[in-house]
């Protein structure tokens, strides 16, 4: 109480221009010290939203991995039903069986090669060529191929040879399941 009673007696022992002047390097003061509080909160809320939409595209991303994650399993346990239910199935007596009924001679040298696709399953390919075959009988091949659910077309390619003949390459697959994952 004696620090404010002292204060006031020198602030009205001053000159006026003196208290004045005073007056205002303290308002002059006080406005910059204020001035620099709203910096520093406007600065230190900035950073916060900046993390903030931060977070929130890490967290869109992450939603986005989780649901591409439950469609990669959907699909394995897709997969793995269709595997389940042709366990005899191979691929290479398929494609023998398939040429037979459809009257095809494949060119020498197809064979099958397995690729491994994930830790679950491998990517069992057999690539063959055929010449001479007309577009409707790619089609219809094609189509046949198609209709087996448990293989699909990985790539082709039609070359024409003559006018109304082409020649025709293609890699069919089939996915496997990798042992120690047959119970699952």
Same mark, same amino acid.
């Given at each position: 109480?004696?620090?404010?009673?002292?204060? @006031?007696?020198?602030?009205?022992?001053?000159?006026?221009?003196?208290?004045?002047?005073?007056?205002?390097?303290?308002?002059?003061?006080?406005?910059?010290?204020?001035?620099?509080?709203?910096?520093?909160?406007?600065?230190?809320?900035?950073?916060?939203?900046?993390?903030?939409?931060?977070?929130?595209?890490?967290?869109?991303? @992450?939603?986005?991995?989780?649901?591409?994650?439950?469609?990669?399993?959907?699909?394995?346990? #897709?997969?793995? @039903?269709?595997?389940?239910?042709?366990?005899?199935?191979?691929?290479?007596?398929?494609?023998?069986?398939?040429?037979?009924?459809?009257?095809?001679?494949?060119?020498?040298?197809?064979?099958t090669q397995t690729d491994e696709l994930n830790e679950r399953f491998d990517e069992?390919?057999?690539?063959?060529?055929?010449?001479?075959?007309?577009?409707?009988?790619?089609?219809?091949?094609?189509?046949?191929?198609?209709?087996?659910?448990?293989?699909?077309?990985?790539?082709?390619?039609?070359?024409?040879?003559?006018?109304?003949?082409?020649?025709?390459?293609?890699?069919? @697959?089939?996915?496997?399941?990798? #042992?120690?994952?047959?119970? #699952?």
């Amino acid at each position: 109480m004696d620090f404010i009673i002292k204060l @006031a007696t020198y602030l009205n022992n001053l000159p006026k221009k003196q208290f004045q002047k005073l007056l205002l390097i303290v308002i002059g003061s006080a406005f910059m010290v204020i001035i620099g509080m709203i910096y520093f909160i406007h600065s230190k809320s900035m950073e916060h939203l900046d993390q903030i939409k931060k977070f929130e595209s890490l967290s869109n991303k @992450a939603i986005l991995i989780l649901e591409d994650s439950q469609k990669m399993e959907d699909e394995a346990l #897709r997969i793995q @039903a269709i595997l389940d239910q042709n366990k005899e199935f191979n691929i290479k007596s398929y494609f023998e069986i398939f040429c037979q009924q459809n009257s095809l001679i494949p060119n020498q040298g197809w064979d099958t090669q397995t690729d491994e696709l994930n830790e679950r399953f491998d990517e069992i390919l057999l690539s063959s060529s055929f010449k001479g075959l007309t577009t409707e009988k790619i089609v219809k091949i094609v189509d046949d191929f198609y209709k087996k659910e448990i293989i699909y077309i990985k790539s082709m390619n039609i070359k024409q040879e003559s006018e109304k003949k082409v020649s025709f390459e293609i890699t069919i @697959a089939t996915k496997a399941i990798k #042992r120690g994952f047959e119970t #699952r």
